[in-house]
């Protein structure tokens, strides 16, 4: 048995309520196998049924512990039980499989090679290359049915899975185990916290968006989604494991290149042209001049050189990991389908508001290295969850970015896209005619503090005054911090609420002063100090507002994290609705989807009282 599935089983971290840690959805397949063998009580997903050559398969839960098994019904004359790995017979003639990574992998081949437009799996389809939203899935099982919903009502497909590896999500599980994951620093809480601070691992992850898509049916609906490994980090510090993340991510669809982390070790030489004129391959040079300057550009040579001298080493490395990511699907699928993903380059890192000319000069090099860049992300001064201030200024840079993505076929997307105004929508959906993508994460924990605070139910209410105290005690640490960013910012955050609570601000006199104030404020999910410190709550060690318990990835860590997955349907069904209402929003605004079909959406999703009746209508009826 796997070292996580040990793990985890010794420590009762069932994935009915600690999904997508472990790469497998079944932790302990022999008691599954023989509970199954003896006939006793397991869900059929009913919505889940699809065929390959082998014959017809169908999603069965124990969900009590969450432990999931393939059945498969063969066809008559094949050998049922060899399909996947670790396969048992049953008396009626079928076989059952552990729903194990590997054979994860497997189903994927088989799938694809009987039905390549099959959308159980994320794919690379032209359109998702063109036009998406990006749907970051910090609480995994409890999230994916609301995107679902969203998308089946909408009739598009989205980056329905996304998350940053390896700062949000654990990229290898031993690494963990071993306490050995690193840190990434927070300046705004004066501290590092372990990578992986949501708890979930990458395979874990893709597993579990697939299962999703069966067990509420979406599949049944055809429409094709993507899966974005977010933001992988090229080069810096990065190199050492740089095989590990390509594995880990070999079921995304879709690839963020962020070139930032050899950015930032790179120092340009003096003579810059000098320096490209001996490390870069003068052939490479004309073509990407010709090529910016057919897209109406006029080059400053000095400027020039100076990006290209700054770039060359982490384009090299970026064309390195691409030919890996390529590698790694080649080797484990068998379907040109199943091997193809979507590239985005993230150029947002660099310093300062993306000129057009970096924008044309980072293409042309992508072009010409032979990686089609599908979505490219310059940077428009975005603050993460606030509105753009002037939509005319906005207007004019997006403007001045489309005409040279249009030109490159590449389409813009728009990073830390979370919390911009209707009319920021409007503006980017407009100008680049939908071929866009938003980008939106954050969002969700935010959804996550409101659908609790307004339920009704006793267990969820104590959840959310635990997380809104959790909050409040690390702004007051802040506060009174000898980092002068950490203060600064846990000040603006107070100030903030304070200011919109109509409260008077003047309270750092002293701690006491400060926590009476924020102790008089009624809790609420609006209060920015709520909103930035949130995410930290989800794995902190038994909820503790306490820098050391943070991204705790022990037993202490992940009790907490169980108490999200355990909150009540009425809490759930509050979840989905603000998620699915968040991407109807951004349909409408953006124009991904017409103003009817976003209010038939809205009214329908304003009538559900269960959450068992939104799920019914994912599946095509
Ligand atoms: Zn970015």
Redesign the pocket.
Known sequence: MSAINTFLLKNNLRIATNPCVSPDFCLDWATLRGAIQSAQPIHVWPHSRFETAAGKWVLLEDVATGDCAWRLDARAGSAAVNTLADGAALTDGAAIFPATFSNLLTLKNLIQAYHPASTVFPSATEQLGRSTLGIGARFTTLHWPAVEWAMAQLGIGVTANQNSIPRELVYDTDVMLAGKLDTVPFPFIGTNVPEGHQGQSVEGMSHGCVLSKLKTGFHTRGIAWSFNAD?QPIGGKFDSREDALVTGCVLASYI?F?LSPELAQTKVADDAAAWCDVHVPAALIATVKARVAHAGLTLNENDFSKLLAYVWPSLQKMKVRDGKYAAARAQAFTTEVGRAYLREL?I??LPGLTTPETTAIMLALCEALGMKIHFV?PAFGFQKNMPYPDNAALRSLIEKQWAVCSNFGASIGF?SGSGKSAENYQVMGAVTGGRLEIKTSGRYTYEMGRGLFASKNPADQALWRDWYRFTLELALLGAYSTDATEQKMARVFIVDALSKSGQPTEVFVSPAVTRAALEALTPSPEHMFWFEYNFLHVLAADGRADKAALGDHTPAGYRQRARFYTISDEGRLNFAKNIAAYIVFLARNTGLASASTCTAAETRLAGYSSLASMLNDIAKA
């Open positions: 933001h963020t962020d993230s947002d890192e992300a990073h």
